[in-house]
């Protein structure tokens, strides 16, 4: 029995966090959350100013409207005039999917086709 190594008190390995408030936590993951929105606006403010930009240089009156509302984020396709006023707002809140499929579109040379009618 010479292996043996005997320990009398406990050792601490990793040092110990002290637990969170139960308020802490939530307020963490709402944080959190906020930032992501935020990133995700700004990623789809950039993707609207690409689209825009192309859509203006092919002189087409259509533009897209990246905004916020609280933590909600919203795009519309607008007309604009020539001072880039908007004049009728064509379709409002647009998914990210057919925001994402209108920036390929846009991207590949194929113009900004949509169906008002439905």
Known sequence: ???????????????????????????????????????????????????NDTLERDKSPYRFRVYQEEDEVFIDIVIVDESLTIQDTKKTNITHEEFTTWLNHIEQGNGLFFDITA
């Open 1 to 51: 029995m010479g292996d043996e190594i005997r320990v009398n008190k406990p050792v601490r390995i990793i040092p110990q966090k002290p637990p969170l408030k139960p308020g802490k936590k939530k307020e963490q993951e709402e944080h959190k959350h906020k930032d992501e929105a935020g990133d995700h606006f700004q990623q789809l403010l950039k993707a609207a100013k690409f689209a």
